[in-house]
């Protein structure tokens, strides 16, 4: 595990450093402000939380999930802040490393593709330890589930039980967003939060403790 984490470390060095988006478009404008990557995760983390990308509360303070949707998904996950930011059990790892800037109306833009072709795989890769997966949004789902998300978020979430058993490496769930703007659809789909979640904490809670 030592040789693991004295490789990981220089990548999340070079991915904190990392201005591809502002300096080196590739896809669209160059980022409008300066970058500031979100990247936690360490060797021998057993959870993955791969959500979309840094919102302006995350963007100011560096912290991931530092917010209310970070206390929802804390909520659904079963965990403490404590045990959430511990990068030694959970990595969390978005598909865009810095805030990407919002539209006309406010509204955050996707993650931009420059992390994802220069970073993710390699990311992935020394992650070697992982059981669990959390992949939150369209654009995680659309990463970590090969190409067998449906066109839907509802969809794929509704065959999570599916997905739970799909890879024999991993144990995955694909999540909506925790943000408050989704309330009304966790309210829709009560299967939710009466069957989805008790078994995602339990799995976390194995995950966690090293059971099988």
């Not at 669209?28 to 995760?41: I, K, Q, S, W």
């Not at 992390?115 to 939150?136: G, P, S």
């Not at 989704?182 to 995602?200: D, M, S, V, Y």
């Amino acid at each position: 595990m030592t040789g693991r984490k004295n490789f990981l470390q220089p990548l999340l060095k070079d991915i904190s450093a990392c201005r591809i988006c502002r300096d080196r478009p590739k896809y669209g404008p160059p980022l409008p402000h300066e970058p500031r990557p979100v990247c936690v995760a360490e060797s021998g983390a057993r959870i993955l939380v791969a959500g979309q990308a840094p919102g302006t509360r995350v963007y100011e303070t560096g912290i991931p999930f530092n917010d209310t949707s970070g206390n929802r998904l804390r909520d659904w996950m079963g965990v403490d802040r404590e045990t959430f930011y511990d990068r030694r059990r959970i990595a969390i790892v978005p598909m865009g490393f810095c805030f990407p800037g919002q539209d006309k109306r406010g509204a955050d833009l996707p993650p931009r593709r420059e992390c994802r072709e220069q970073w993710h795989d390699q990311v992935f890769a020394e992650l070697k330890d992982l059981q669990l997966l959390l992949v939150i949004g369209l654009y995680a789902q659309d990463y970590y589930l090969g190409g067998k998300a449906s066109r839907s978020l509802t969809e794929t979430v509704e065959r999570w039980r599916e997905f739970r058993h799909a890879d024999s490496r991993h144990i995955v769930y694909p999540l909506p967003h925790p943000s408050w703007r989704n309330n009304g659809w966790i309210k829709k789909h009560r299967w939710f939060e009466a069957e989805l979640l008790p078994q995602l904490r339990a799995d976390i809670k194995s995950a966690l403790t090293g059971a099988n």
